[in-house]
């Protein structure tokens, strides 16, 4: 330590000097422990600056007279000296500061050869993890036997600083400390088991109180773990700022928590309401605190953590008083467990500012406060589970009785309604038979006013044939009677006058033109023949297509159903409107034919006056195609008509919607046609723009649908 002998002596010299007025303490071996706080002289560092050598130099020392001296709360550091002989069989002498919550702690020892760092320590340095210190604030003295030496510690906090020194043995010590770490242990045991027993009832109840216990029990646990030293030690050896702090800010974590778990276990919204309007401005107050500790002044934080976690711990008392007598039995429970936990806290406090003597009984008497109140408060949450199960039987009683009381309600109302049913039942009737002599009134008035156009159509095209044949039956009738006169007057020759009567004959023929007459004949004949063929195709289609009272579903070729109504609406085509057909390969049809033409007929004269309404164009044109896809046969009428608008095409199926003046239409065509497309289990789809055109899709299924139903 000194840089040459002679600087050595009269260093030592001058200690021995500095010294000689202090306490003295003799460790024979005997006590198991030695307390050294009466015995020790205690130095205030007001600036934390001092070395050892101006501490031994310095004339301020006073005498302690306690035997765990209580420094208080200040920034400041403390040297505490006294002498130690050892009058012992072993010269190593195990010196323990017990108090953990300690940010600096350097121990020196001077022998009359020499000075000795023994240890560097404190919260604000990290514990050594390599096994060359211990963990807890414990050294060890070698001072030969019958040997003097000084002891010299030097000790600064931010937190309630005080120096419980002792000396003991190796053996006493791992004793002590196994008999504690012991005692923790079945402390943590207690924590853990309220908090996974908690854990498990809220997976079961989902009330969101046992969370909240769950998270007040594992921080209290923390910070009691801190308090101890087990924290700083084992938990987090090297992070010193969070050391440092982690008593503070666990403490106020474990207050908000404890709060929340009463707000929610108590219901102080109800019970308390006046109450519980501030415990949102506390969280704030603790929240400004821990920030402050944390990161501005800690020693300020801290005084003013005590301050507020009194007050606090005060204000929920007296809110769980209040709740308890506005009628909240959980509060009886709270109140217990909270007292309970108080009582530790408040004989802690005491302790801290010297009323008590610091002591095992007031170092764990918080610890064992809080595992109490823990075991307490779950008895508490298992009478909750209790009476939560008893409300809800009342409830479900509650419940059955009600629903006896709706039931009896319910079968007289029944009654009434029965009667008020059957009633409305049969005026339903009525109305829906009444309704369905008008619907059919209707469809028959939409088929007979299609029937009406279609007729005047055909006789219009049967009459051209008709006037044809007619107009040929007179000179068919003069030629036959000409040739039938000169084939009698040849019967009627005589043999002897065969030839004279040849001649007048020959004459008679050129005179009225047989040969002609014969000619024209065959002309005439041909054409009454192509007449009535046409007459016959005009039947055969008007049969076709009449099949509408056909109740049996058919295979039918929906291309010959197409070409029969484009054979009877020919009338209102010709010269007018040009239609074009692709009928591509399709398969014969499942439906009822009658119907299905009816659906052809009605598009296909919409799209006859869409065209013809539109004056500014000669090509009309109509254009039908058919097609297979999948199970579907799809035909397509289009047209370049006038079209519609997105609000027209919307009411397009509407039952008596029409855009056609008063007399021309009556809105049932597309509804007919939108019931029959339904009645098939098919769609019907329309594309249109205003003036260019409408294009109505039909998709009918292969196999019906309710013929499909019956053979299975």
């Not at 001072?143 to 030097?154: D, E, F, G, W, Y």
């Not at 591509?584 to 009658?594: H, N, Q």
Request: aromatic fraction near 8%.
């Amino acid at each position: 330590m000194c840089s040459s002998p002679a600087r050595r002596t009269s260093l030592f010299a001058l200690l021995l000097c500095a010294l000689t007025a202090h306490g003295q303490i003799v460790f024979d071996g005997t006590r198991s422990v030695l307390s050294v706080g009466q015995e020790c002289s205690i130095l205030r560092d007001d600036g934390g600056s001092l070395n050892w050598k101006d501490a031994i130099q310095a004339t301020g020392f006073e005498r302690s007279y306690r035997s765990v001296p209580n420094l208080g709360t200040t920034s400041a550091a403390y040297w505490l000296r006294f002498d130690l002989i050892n009058r012992s069989s072993e010269q190593r002498i195990f010196l323990n500061v017990d108090h953990p919550e300690i940010d600096e702690l350097d121990v020196y020892m001077i022998l009359p050869s020499r000075i000795e760092l023994v240890a560097s320590a404190g919260q604000a340095r990290p514990v050594p993890t390599d096994g060359a210190a211990p963990r807890e604030y414990a050294f060890h003295l070698n001072i030969p036997v019958s040997a003097k030496a000084t002891v010299l510690i030097r000790a600064k906090s931010n937190k309630q600083l005080q120096l419980p020194v002792r000396l003991t043995t190796d053996l006493e010590f791992n004793r002590v400390r196994s008999l504690k770490y012991l005692a923790f242990g079945g402390y943590i045991g207690i924590m853990l088991v309220m908090a996974l027993y908690n854990l498990f009832v809220f997976f079961s109840t989902r009330d969101k109180s046992y969370l909240i216990y769950v998270a007040y029990i594992l921080s209290i646990a923390l910070a009691q773990l801190t308090f101890v030293g087990i924290g700083q030690f084992y938990l987090w050896p090297e992070h010193s700022w969070w050391a440092q702090r982690a008593s503070v800010i666990l403490t106020l974590i474990s207050a908000l928590a404890a709060s929340a778990f009463m707000r929610s276990f108590i219901d102080t919204k109800r019970f308390a309401p006046k109450l519980d309007q501030w415990l949102p401005a506390w969280y704030g107050f603790l929240i400004i605190i821990a920030v402050i500790y944390a990161t501005i002044d800690p020693l300020l934080g801290y005084q003013l953590d005590q301050v507020a976690t009194g007050a606090f711990a005060t204000f929920m008392f007296a809110t769980a008083v209040v709740a308890r007598r506005n009628g909240s039995r959980q509060a009886s429970f709270f109140l217990l467990a909270w007292s309970t936990f108080l009582i530790g806290v408040v004989v802690y406090v005491m302790k801290d500012v010297g009323i008590l003597e610091y002591n095992y009984i007031t170092i764990y008497t918080m610890p064992i406060g809080s595992a109490m109140e823990a075991v307490l408060l779950s008895f508490g949450l298992a009478d909750r589970i209790n009476t939560l199960r008893k409300e809800k039987e009342r409830s479900q009683a509650d419940a059955l009785a009600a629903s006896l009381e709706n039931q009896r309600i319910i079968r007289e109302q029944n009654a009434m309604l029965e009667e008020k049913v059957a009633k409305r039942t049969q005026d339903l009737q009525e109305s829906n038979e009444h309704l369905k002599r008008t619907q059919t009134q209707l469809v028959n008035a939409e088929k007979m006013a299609s029937l009406g156009q279609l007729t005047a159509g055909i006789a219009h095209e049967i009459n051209n044939p008709i006037n044809f044949i007619t107009s040929n039956i007179m000179p068919l009738k003069r030629n036959i009677s000409e040739i039938v006169e000169v084939m009698q007057e040849y019967r009627s020759l005589e043999p002897q006058a065969a030839a004279e009567g040849l001649k007048k004959l020959k004459d008679r023929e050129k005179k009225l033109g047989i040969d002609e007459s014969i000619e024209e004949l065959d002309d005439i004949i041909g054409s009454i023949s192509e007449g009535s063929k046409r007459t016959a195709e005009i039947v055969r289609g008007l049969r076709n297509f009449s099949r509408l009272d056909e109740d049996d579903l058919k295979d039918t070729d929906l291309k010959e159903g197409l070409k029969n109504t484009l054979a009877l609406l020919a009338p209102n085509l010709r010269d007018k409107v040009t239609v074009r057909t692709n009928y591509g390969d399709i398969p014969l049809v499942e439906c009822f034919p009658g119907k299905v033409n009816q659906v052809f007929m009605n598009v296909l004269t919409n799209a006859i006056q869409a065209t013809l309404a539109r004056p500014d164009i000669t090509d009309r044109e109509i254009m039908v195609t058919t097609s297979r896809v999948d199970d579907l046969v799809r035909v397509d009428i289009s047209d370049n008509g006038i079209g519609m608008s997105e609000e027209v095409k919307a009411r397009m199926f509407d039952p008596f919607f029409t855009t056609k003046p008063v007399g021309e239409g009556t809105g049932l065509g597309l509804a007919i046609v939108y019931g029959i497309i339904q009645d098939h289990y098919g769609r019907i789809q329309v594309e249109s723009l205003p003036g260019a055109g409408t294009t109505v899709t039909l998709l009918l299924p292969i196999r019906h649908t309710k013929a499909q139903q019956l053979r299975a």
